[in-house]
């Protein structure tokens, strides 16, 4: 797998007995390359990492002089250490892979650096940043932080391999939290920062991010109603930096529009200036996430002294070319109070302006709401692996949801709560579905059942009775052990609604007029309760809502991930439609 490891856990140690097995063969390796003995690659490591790592250290040294096999390949291209961590355990810990391309590409975003002071990666993994840093400016002092011990190592090694016999003010490996103060004081003092923060989003891991907001207060400055981890590192940057110093980010877009960063980028603005931003596609720079798009992004301390600019498709090829090609000016009016709109001229801005100017929202014109969620549509891998196997599970067989052309013979017993499903793939732009049509079948559970019926629900879900029950409503008491776990609102999916996809190239709003169940991958949209011809107001709504128009501005002024728009929440909600008085 082609890339540098980058990692930073919620706490868990991260370290396994390939990635030490690796350390040691690169620590023989570098013996032979310094001309010394093992130990003294060994006290040299230990002479730069600060932190509890004596033991660690330990093992390393005895697996290398044990001469255990643990090769990394092409290490000095970053394309190897990332390896040694399954993919669960990456996804579970926010892991991220940074190419030596990618490295260069993002520190190549910072000017010469007039700063005085060292530079610094808070999350720094195996150092792919800062050895890029070190290519550009060789004698600056490095510090890292990386929780993981045997990573910091690793850090360690590859930075002491790389300033072998020149002059450099010093390498610095912190094992510890990102998070927390600079050694020495060195907040307020550092010229640069560079970083792959670690992206472990607020949705499943909601008590994990509280407790790092306990530990760190104050970063409820920057939260908003939803708070990824990394918003407390871009934060966390921008605290160690002396005035004029710079920091250069890599991750996700998503936090330059999302509601929950909100409060991040009017912090960010009240301390310094966005200079730069650039993107490029994310199956270049993280395996995880083909076809989305990923952002680099340069910021400064206090006034900006460039002016500002942004770029798409960036090379990443290893090469930095002319870092003037393709730039293009960034608007002030682009990066205000609301959502950032970098890419947007002033044409194009003056546009957008107008329409919400005579428009209305689209939320004063209907309600929305997402589709079902069962909580267990059907059994995946997980379901199997975390229950050992031992219920005899078929993967992909059905619990609450079936993608069959009719209902699965089992669910005969429930026939009267058995509901067809429109779902996002399968629905077409402007099309009118006024007779019932299934994209799926759904166990429509939506509360107590008759007493009559439960020998029926124990025949057909009680199979799965432990997978239902190990939903969070249910161990909480809140629900039945067979009911779905956010049934919606029935009585508004049996009157005329709009439905369109959560995600999707393009707008595709449907009418239906079936009663039709909704999917969780979609938005269905109800008219008012005053509106009396609501088939016609939602006709005419569906005509405006799948024009170039909305298209144009939700691209501009909307949420995406990678090509694909976002229809929900504030972004559906905020959409001006315009000229609609007239046909309400």
Avoid at 76 to 88: I, P, T, V
Avoid at 247 to 270: E, N, S, Y
Avoid at 530 to 538: F, G, K, P, S
């Amino acid at each position: 797998m082609k890339g540098e490891k980058k990692v930073e856990g919620l706490g868990a140690r991260l370290g396994s007995e390939l990635l030490c097995a690796a350390l040691a063969s690169a620590v023989r390796d570098a013996a032979a390359r310094w001309g010394c003995a093992l130990e003294e690659v060994g006290e040299a490591i230990a002479d730069v990492v600060e932190g509890d790592v004596a033991s660690m250290i330990g093992a390393v040294m005895g697996a290398a002089a044990e001469g255990r096999k643990g090769e990394v390949q092409d290490r000095e291209k970053g394309g190897a250490w990332d390896g040694y961590l399954s993919d669960e355990a990456r996804r579970a810990h926010g892991v991220h892979f940074t190419p030596d391309a990618v490295a260069q590409r993002l520190v190549g975003l910072l000017d010469d650096l007039a700063t005085p002071g060292p530079i610094v990666d808070p999350a720094c993994g195996a150092g792919a940043l800062l050895l890029a840093a070190d290519r550009r400016w060789p004698r600056r002092a490095l510090v890292g932080v990386e929780r993981d011990p045997l990573l910091a190592m690793v850090a360690a090694l590859r930075l002491l391999d790389a300033r072998r016999g020149r002059e450099h003010a010093g390498v610095r490996i912190v094992v510890g939290d990102g998070l927390a103060p600079l050694p020495d004081a060195l907040d307020g003092r550092v010229a640069a920062v560079v970083m792959n923060p670690p992206y472990v989003p607020e949705k499943g891991h909601g008590e994990a991010l509280a407790a790092v907001l306990r530990a760190h207060p104050r970063f409820e400055d920057v939260r908003g109603t939803r708070a990824d981890l990394l918003y407390y590192f871009l934060a966390r940057s921008v605290e160690m930096l002396a005035p004029a110093g710079q920091a250069a980010w890599l991750t996700p877009p998503h936090w330059l529009r999302a509601d929950g960063a909100c409060r991040l980028r009017a912090w960010l603005l009240k301390r310094g200036a966005m200079e730069r931003f650039a993107w490029c596609e994310a199956r270049g720079v993280f395996d995880a996430t083909p076809g989305q798009e990923v952002l680099l992004s340069a910021f400064r301390r206090g006034e900006a002294l460039r002016e500002p600019r942004w770029r798409a498709e960036v090379i990443l090829d290893g090469t930095q070319g002319d870092a003037s090609a393709g730039w293009q000016k960034v608007q002030p009016q682009s990066l205000g109070e609301a959502r950032w709109s970098p890419r947007a001229d002033a044409k194009v801005l003056g546009w957008g302006a107008r329409r919400k100017r005579q428009g209305r929202p689209l939320g004063e014109l209907v309600r929305d709401f997402q589709g079902v969620v069962s909580g267990a549509d059907r059994v995946t891998r997980r379901h199997e692996r975390n229950f050992g196997g031992e219920y005899g599970w078929e993967v992909g067989a059905p619990i609450f949801l079936s993608e069959s052309a009719h209902p699965p013979e089992r669910w005969e017993p429930l026939l009267p709560y058995v509901r067809p499903v429109l779902r996002s793939g399968r629905l077409e732009a402007g099309r009118t579905y006024e007779t019932e049509v299934a994209h799926a079948w759904m166990l429509y559970l939506d509360g107590e059942v008759d007493a009559a019926h439960l020998p029926a629900v124990e025949a057909v879900l009680g199979p799965y009775r432990p997978i239902l029950e190990a939903r969070r409503e249910v161990r909480l008491g809140k629900m039945p052990w067979y009911r779905l776990h956010w049934p919606r609102d029935a009585r508004a999916m049996r009157t005329p609604k709009l439905v369109v996809p959560r995600r999707a190239k393009h707008p595709c709003f449907a009418l239906d007029l079936s009663g039709a169940v909704v999917s969780s991958d979609c938005t269905f949209l109800v008219a008012p309760d005053h509106v009396q011809d609501t088939r016609r107001y939602l006709r005419a709504l569906m005509a405006e809502l799948n024009s170039e128009e909305t298209e144009r501005y939700l691209r501009v002024f909307g949420k995406r991930k990678g090509e694909l728009l976002e229809f929900y929440s504030s972004p559906l909600r905020e959409l001006p439609v315009v000229g609609w008085p007239a046909v309400e």
